[in-house]
């Protein structure tokens, strides 16, 4: 889904900006850090866009740091209590956490790439059973109780705070709660 050159998650993934700190001097290119410098200077940080980084990581002009929302600290987060993590506050505008790290996974040398691998799956894993549960909770509770509009702010906010991947299990989950609820009252 990541790698797919029309889709837009894929875009979202690769528009997400990392620090890259240049090697060497590369003249004429100042533009690249948005400054009004004429040239990069060695050892300079500059923010680049993931679909840009590639072609200057790979030139061996510069090297990345892990993106925050794959540091450390976000790791230990993630072991502590998967679920109390907004993974969409990690990555701004669209929430492709799981998708940025999974473009950062291509650009890491084979022992990263496989920590942070683990990483993403492992949080998947803990926080998929938390979204199906959740999603089935508020679809019946939006159509059993009166009190619709105050569920669907609560179920809003839960959403809000999920990566794309899971907002997309999370309505499949209470699609299929709806569904299999009209389908009993039917039967």
Request: hydrophobic share 40%; aromatic share 10%.
């Amino acid at each position: 889904m990541y790698n797919d050159y029309f889709s837009v998650d894929s875009i979202l993934a690769e528009n997400q900006k990392i620090q890259c700190t240049f090697k060497h001097k590369i003249p004429d290119m100042g533009h690249l850090g948005g400054g009004s410098d004429r040239d990069i200077a060695e050892l300079q940080k500059v923010q680049l866009p993931v679909w840009l980084a590639y072609t200057v990581l790979y030139s061996q002009w510069a090297e990345f740091n892990i993106p925050m929302p794959f540091n450390q600290k976000v790791r230990n987060a993630l072991q502590a209590d998967a679920c109390s993590v907004r993974l969409s506050n990690l990555v701004g505008a669209g929430g492709t956490w799981y998708g940025f790290g999974k473009t950062i996974m291509d650009i890491m040398d084979d022992e990263k790439a496989a920590g942070l691998s683990q990483t993403l799956s492992s949080a998947f894993r803990l926080r998929v059973l938390e979204i199906i549960d959740q999603a089935h909770h508020f679809a019946t509770l939006g159509s059993a109780s009166g009190s619709g509009h105050k569920t669907h702010d609560v179920a809003q906010v839960f959403r809000e705070g999920l990566d794309v991947t899971e907002r997309e299990v999370f309505a499949l989950a209470q699609e299929s709660a709806r569904k299999t609820k009209r389908w009993n009252e039917n039967h």
